[in-house]
């Protein structure tokens, strides 16, 4: 059920409204965050760890020289390869030499300057003539200039550039490393290990504070709309079943959470993942990396195509689902009805029509959900085959701008991006729900309360007020329910009073139930006011008017709790005596001693273990403990049997004439022990004054009066 007209909102504008409630959890949020970075960068090295593992098992060379190659390369602008003999590089000995297999094509690099040429062996470095070492020569920090010998171009004095830090530190490890290849890949895998169990820790804790963030937020937003459905206007509950605020507190605001544990959780975790993966992969092979990018339109076009579609779909299960809430509420509230009325079957039949209703709604939302894992598994799949493609042509054709090795090595962060973009894929069908979930809730947020938060009207203080000294006055009321054409009370007057009793009689309809929810400002009247001691009610609060109002409905209301609790709602500092006091002028302090654990016997669901005359004796001992100036009684004798009723009368009649009353009763039983009986038909009063003369003047009362007579 929509409490607002229908708008096209915007992309999750609702969700990201709702954030605002992980504001008192920022700290966590923080820490949930840094963790998620760290973690980052902890996968990210492992995926960096593998790659020297992959040199030593690929080409057969130690670690060590791997990163001095590589050292190399940056300082100097020199690919050098030490090739076997039966590779197509030509070895001038026996011995091995260093061949330069690229030059760079920067001007800032030594190689251009010092007049190499490719293919070109090294004869020395520095008199040293081992490959190996001619290498580690080269890549030594510590050596500022070096002697190189080419077979063809002769002697060159070179000066070398500083190495970079993060070079030094990566060549420090691997000359730590030993230079055995098991023992090499056996060290890496144990330090990768220890990455990993550092990065287990962390992601802990990202995922822990990330949870415990959501909860508590979810927690928030419950209590937050907990108290404005407290607070909400009367006429709400008439057009917004319970069931469906239940759905919106208890579902959607689930929902919500599992919203808010993606946010913080994958969201957070994934990009950083594919973030720090990516600049792996451009210091790979940033040609590679950046021909990849060009897929990425393709599959932000899907994910969004398919999020439109989940919103949608959301929005209706959701509403599907408070249907259902509706129905098995109002099933179980009225079986005694149902079973009576043998409608066990029309029942069942109403329900299975909104299961199946709710279950088209579900299945149309995992037909979205499982299209899209289908269509972005195959255009990832395009995109491997054009990748490979590219990267076959930058290995084999285009040398050497892509070694196997580096190949293998962007693949595997292309594989870690891709598995975190197939889970962010699934993060916006569950935005798209919590969207819908949080839409829901903020409906009813965003509904008025009942009374403004700021004690102020029109810029005045509003008024605390004073206990009733004189009288209360209805001057001309008038007040229409929204969406009818004609008011239920129309140009009232009447004054009653201090300590006087009233009984406002009429037909079903006539405006007598309106009349007296206007008294604690349930409604308020579209014309005319209500006067406490000359004092408007709408100048004054909420809390000091109704604190001087009880009521007694013709609903008797249990709430869960002893029956103590039941009796004191309200008056939480009520002592065993007060309450005992007033269970015994309502007369219910026998049957309660009668239960198993007396007063501190726990009342069921709506109080079921009581009868109905047992629960309006409890209602009227809270209203005689509450000690209210004013009290209202609303058809309390209506559903009770006969001995219940004459209880239940001696117990309003030994306060009513304590307080100013209000009695609404269709019994005569209870009407001639009043002061005053107002007669009400169609909304105006017609008649008022004693029973005898309202007999005689009054022809609606006296018919009343015949009818329950002759009924009698």
């Not at 209880?647 to 009353?661: D, G, K, P, V």
Request: glycine share 6%; net charge positive; with cysteine.
């Amino acid at each position: 059920m929509s409490l607002v007209a229908a708008k096209k909102p915007k992309k999750n504008v609702y969700f990201w409204r709702s954030l605002g409630y992980l504001r008192p959890y920022r700290k966590i949020v923080t820490i949930s965050i840094v963790s998620a970075f760290f973690m980052a960068i902890i996968y990210t090295g492992g995926l960096g760890a593998m790659l020297p593992i992959m040199q030593v098992l690929v080409n057969n060379e130690t670690i060590a020289g791997w990163m001095d190659k590589h050292v190399v390369v940056d300082r100097l602008g020199l690919t050098l390869v030490v090739p076997e003999k039966s590779t197509e590089i030509a070895v001038v000995e026996d011995q091995p030499r260093v061949v330069v297999s690229h030059i760079s094509e920067s001007e800032k690099k030594p190689a251009r300057s010092i007049g190499l040429k490719t293919y070109e062996q090294l004869a020395s470095v520095d008199g040293q003539t081992d490959a190996n070492e001619m290498i580690a020569r080269l890549a030594d920090p510590n050596v500022a200039s070096a002697e190189i010998v080419g077979s063809q171009s002769g002697k060159h004095a070179v000066g070398l550039p500083k190495v970079p830090w993060y070079f030094c530190i990566a060549r420090a490890v691997a000359q730590w490393l030993p230079r055995s290849p098991v023992k090499a890949i056996a060290a890496v895998f144990f330090i990768i290990m220890g990455m990993g169990v550092v990065g287990n820790v962390f992601r802990f804790m990202q995922e822990y504070l990330s949870d415990k963030a959501a909860i508590s937020a979810v927690n928030d937003i419950r209590r937050h709309l907990y108290d404005h459905v407290l607070h909400m206007r009367l006429n709400f509950f008439g057009t917004s079943g319970t069931s469906d605020v239940t759905s919106r507190l208890v579902q959607d605001s689930q929902t919500l959470q599992d919203g808010f544990k993606i946010v913080l959780g994958q969201s957070i975790q994934e990009p950083f993942k594919a973030l720090f993966a990516f600049g792996f992969s451009m210091i790979l092979s940033w040609k590679l990396t950046m021909f990849i990018v060009v897929f990425a339109p393709i599959m932000a076009a899907v994910i969004k195509k398919f999020g439109k579609k989940m919103r949608r779909a959301s929005r209706a299960m959701l509403e599907r689902s408070s249907h259902m809430l509706g129905q098995i509420e109002s099933t179980l509230i009225g079986i005694r009805v149902v079973k009576t009325a043998n409608a066990e079957r029309f029942e069942r039949r109403r329900y299975s029509r909104i299961m199946e209703a709710l279950r088209q709604e579900m299945l149309k939302m995992a037909r979205y959900e499982a299209y899209a894992t289908p269509a972005m598994e195959t255009i990832t799949m395009l995109c491997a085959g054009a990748i490979l493609m590219y990267a076959s042509y930058l290995i084999f054709v285009h040398k050497p701008a892509l070694e196997q090795t580096s190949f293998f090595m962007v693949m595997g962060c292309l594989v870690g991006i891709g598995e975190s973009l197939r889970r962010l894929s699934k993060l916006t069908s569950v935005l798209a729900r919590s969207n819908a979930a949080a839409a829901r809730v903020f409906e009813i947020l965003d509904v008025p309360e009942e009374r403004s938060r700021r004690a102020t009207l029109n810029g005045e203080e509003r008024i605390n007020l004073p206990p009733i000294a004189r009288e209360i006055r209805f001057e001309n009321i008038t007040f229409a329910y929204a969406n009818t054409t004609s008011p239920a009370v129309e140009e009232v007057s009447l004054t009653v009073p201090k300590g006087r009793s009233v009984a406002v009689v009429g037909r079903n309809g006539s405006g007598k139930t309106t009349l007296l929810a206007l008294l604690p400002r349930f409604f308020d009247p579209q014309a005319g006011k209500i006067l406490i001691d000359g004092v408007d009610i709408k100048n004054v609060t909420l809390k000091s008017l109704r604190r001087q109002i009880g009521i007694v409905t013709q609903e008797a209301v249990i709430f869960p709790g002893t029956i103590a609790e039941n009796i004191a709602y309200g008056q939480p500092s009520a002592t065993r005596e007060q309450i005992t006091n007033a269970a015994r002028r309502a007369f219910a302090h026998d049957f309660i001693m009668e239960k198993p654990d007396g007063y501190d016997t726990v009342m069921g669901e709506m109080g079921g273990q009581l009868s109905g005359g047992q629960r309006q004796r409890i209602n009227i001992a809270r209203a005689i403990l509450r000690q209210t100036p004013i009290l209202v009684l609303d058809e309390a004798t209506s559903q009770v049997d006969a001995e219940s009723e004459h209880l239940i009368q001696q117990a309003i009649e030994s306060i009513m004439h304590e307080r100013t009353t209000f009695v609404i009763a269709h019994r005569f039983s209870t009407i001639l022990s009043a002061d005053t009986i107002v007669v009400m038909d169609r909304g105006k009063i017609i008649g008022q004054g004693k029973h005898d003369d309202l007999l005689r003047t009054c022809v609606t009362y006296k018919q009343l009066y015949e009818r329950q007579l002759f009924a009698a």
